[in-house]
C-alpha cells in the first residue's frame, strides 16, 4: 500500500478482555516494529518482525502480549486479559531492510481498557 | 546502553523566531541519528536522518540538524518558526545489532505562539 495502515484507529475495551491490533505494513519492507506511546512513558520497542520471524522480541511487557506475521506482510499484537495500565497508543512501523533507512510509521491505534 | 535524551519537556517560541530543539545521545559505535515529528491523532512523520557525511542535515519543512560528534548531540533548529510546526518532537537514535530498532527521547511539545 502507499503506507502502514493499522486497525482499528480506536479501541474501548473492558479490563479482561482480547484485544487484536492490526498493521499493514507498505508492501516489500521486510521489516515490521511494534512501538507503544504511553503518557509518561514515551515511545518504548515492543517486538521486531524480519519477514515473519521475530529476532527481537525484548520489549513485550508480559506473556499477555503476543505478536505474529504471516506472508511477510501483515502483523497483528494481540493483548490479552487486558489491564487498564495497557491503555496506549499502539503504533506500527516497516522499513526496507539491507540498508540504513528511515521507518516508515502508521497513524497507531489508540487503545483504551476501562 | 543506547539512549536518548530530550532535556526540554516543552519549547515555546513566537512565529518568526529561530527553534531550537535539544536531543543528546548516547551509543556505541556509529550513531545513526533520526528526528520525527508528530501532530495531534496521528502518527509519527520523518523529519530527517544522520547516517554518515555532513554534520549539518537538510530535513522537511525547513527543518534542519546540527551532528556534533564532541558533544554526542543532534539538535533539530529552524530559523524561522511557523505555528503550523507545534507538535511533538522526538529524537531517535537506531539501535546496533542491525535490527533497525528505534530507541527514543521523550519527546518535547513545541509550541509556537503567532
Known amino acids: 500500500g502507499a503506507g502502514v495502515s493499522q486497525s482499528p484507529s480506536n479501541k474501548v475495551t473492558e479490563k479482561g478482555k482480547d484485544v487484536e491490533l492490526r498493521c499493514d505494513p507498505i508492501s516489500g519492507h521486510t521489516a515490521l516494529y511494534w512501538y507503544r506511546q504511553s503518557l509518561g512513558q514515551g515511545l518504548e520497542f515492543l517486538i521486531y518482525?524480519?519477514?515473519?520471524?521475530?529476532?527481537?522480541k525484548s520489549g513485550l511487557p508480559s506473556d499477555r502480549f503476543s505478536a505474529e506475521r504471516t506472508g511477510g506482510s501483515v502483523s497483528t499484537l494481540t493483548i490479552q486479559r487486558t489491564q487498564q495500565e495497557d491503555s496506549a497508543v499502539y503504533l506500527c512501523a516497516s522499513l526496507l531492510r539491507g540498508r540504513v533507512t528511515e521507518a516508515f510509521f502508521g497513524q497507531g491505534t489508540r487503545l483504551t481498557v476501562v | 546502553a543506547q539512549s536518548v535524551a530530550q532535556p526540554e519537556d516543552q519549547v515555546n517560541v513566537a512565529e518568526g523566531n529561530p527553534l531550537t530543539v535539544k536531543c543528546t545521545y548516547s551509543v556505541s559505535g556509529n550513531p545513526y541519528l533520526f528526528w520525527y515529528v508528530q501532530y495531534p491523532n496521528r502518527g509519527l512523520q520523518f523529519l530527517l536522518k544522520y547516517i554518515t557525511g555532513d554534520n549539518l542535515v537538510k530535513g522537511s519543512y525547513g527543518f534542519e540538524a546540527e551532528f556534533n560528534k564532541s558533544q554526542t548531540s543532534f539538535h533539530l533548529k529552524k530559523p524561522s518558526a511557523l505555528v503550523s510546526d507545534s507538535a511533538l518532537y522526538f529524537c531517535?537514535?537506531?539501535?546496533?545489532?542491525?535490527?533497525?530498532?528505534?530507541?527514543f527521547g521523550q519527546g518535547t511539545t513545541l509550541q509556537v505562539k503567532p
Open positions: 531517535a537514535v537506531m539501535s546496533s545489532g542491525n535490527t533497525g530498532k528505534l530507541i
Open positions: 518482525f524480519q519477514g515473519n520471524s521475530a529476532p527481537d
